[in-house]
């Protein structure tokens, strides 16, 4: 990429109820690692109906220089043909080099027609995002094949280079309430014959378990627990912890848990305090979501398990043996605490 090419990196900011999501912030602090290199802009993008000007500059405290706000009825809620209409404009109107999305619901939904409109190419679901400081290019690793190996993509022909990258993936930078930054509120022109369908109805969905991106505790299940009826040793644990019940893909495909609990490169990237990996063997695809933890405690009866190569603690043996053992001490450092 030659140096006269604009080198800002742009980061679709999504929000939900006008309520800004964790995963832009995220894409902010990565982004600004990577403007950094370049010695470039963070371009902040924000689409509602009723974002203000204090959560703008918000973004701006999270790593951003500039914050673009674009407020219209018709962008309250998320519907692709309006939403690409005015991101389209903003990105052809700002130039950057680089595009960011978070890759949820709607980040794969509105990123791939961005693209398309602009004439470029989109690398999805991104584990990795680094600047060729030679070239200048983004590279951009994402897992290939089933997750067996991790391929790095540049796209040195056309512009800006686009990526989607999954929630949890990126570290969100400590809020900096004394960063300066310009707040850019966008004129959108919108109407009806933008609307490509109408929606009748938002229902909010009432979640009944812990979001897991969210957990500083994860008790995580595997194949090797042997049966649904086991993962109520799991329950206990988490319980005694204050943590939360997560598990790889077997256990969400035997129907032992729920997709929203599963971690791994087909469900959630965490990056918890503590995870427990209990009767999990470590296969790459579910390695790709958690290494990033603090601390890694596995549990398994193969001592020959891959998982036992990323974690911090390893126990060989029976995790339904074990937990219920582990349950016990930590009740009796709890009683400890409460006599002392």
Request: net charge negative.
């Amino acid at each position: 990429m030659s140096n006269d090419v604009n080198k800002n990196v742009l980061v679709f900011v999504e929000t939900r109820q006008n309520i800004v999501q964790t995963v832009g912030l995220e894409l902010i602090g990565k982004a600004r690692d990577l403007a950094d290199i370049q010695q470039s802009k963070v371009i902040a993008v924000a689409l509602g109906d009723n974002i203000t000007d204090k959560q703008a500059y918000d973004l701006i405290a999270f790593g951003a220089d500039e914050a673009i706000i674009a407020n219209h009825p018709l962008l309250k809620t998320y519907m692709n043909e309006p939403y690409t209409k005015v991101l389209h404009k903003i990105i052809s109107e700002n130039k950057p080099g680089s595009a960011l999305f978070g890759a949820s619901t709607i980040g794969r939904d509105l990123a791939p027609r961005v693209s398309a409109r602009l004439h470029t190419g989109l690398t999805a679901d991104c584990t990795g995002l680094e600047i060729d400081e030679t070239s200048g290019l983004l590279l951009m690793t994402r897992p290939a094949f089933g997750g067996n190996l991790f391929a790095t993509i540049i796209c040195p022909d056309h512009s800006p280079q686009m990526a989607t990258v999954r929630p949890g993936v990126m570290i969100k930078r400590d809020k900096d309430s004394a960063r300066a930054g310009k707040v850019t509120n966008f004129k959108v022109e919108l109407d009806n014959t933008s609307l490509t369908y109408e929606v009748l109805e938002e229902v909010a969905l009432v979640k009944t378990k812990k979001n897991i991106e969210d957990a500083t505790i994860l008790v995580s299940a595997g194949r090797g627990m042997g049966s649904p009826e086991n993962l109520g040793k799991l329950d206990d644990l988490a319980n005694s912890l204050g943590a939360t019940v997560s598990g790889s893909r077997a256990v969400v495909d035997a129907g032992w848990i729920e997709h929203s609990q599963q971690v791994g490169q087909t469900g959630k990237t965490v990056r918890p305090e503590v995870y427990f990996a209990l009767g999990i063997s470590g296969a790459i695809q579910h390695v790709a979501g958690m290494e990033e933890s603090d601390l890694i405690i596995a549990i398994n009866k193969n001592p020959g398990a891959p998982i036992f190569e990323v974690a911090d603690l390893g126990l060989i043996g029976d995790a339904n043996q074990i937990v219920p053992e582990l349950i016990k001490s930590l009740n009796i450092l709890k009683d400890k605490k409460k006599i002392s």
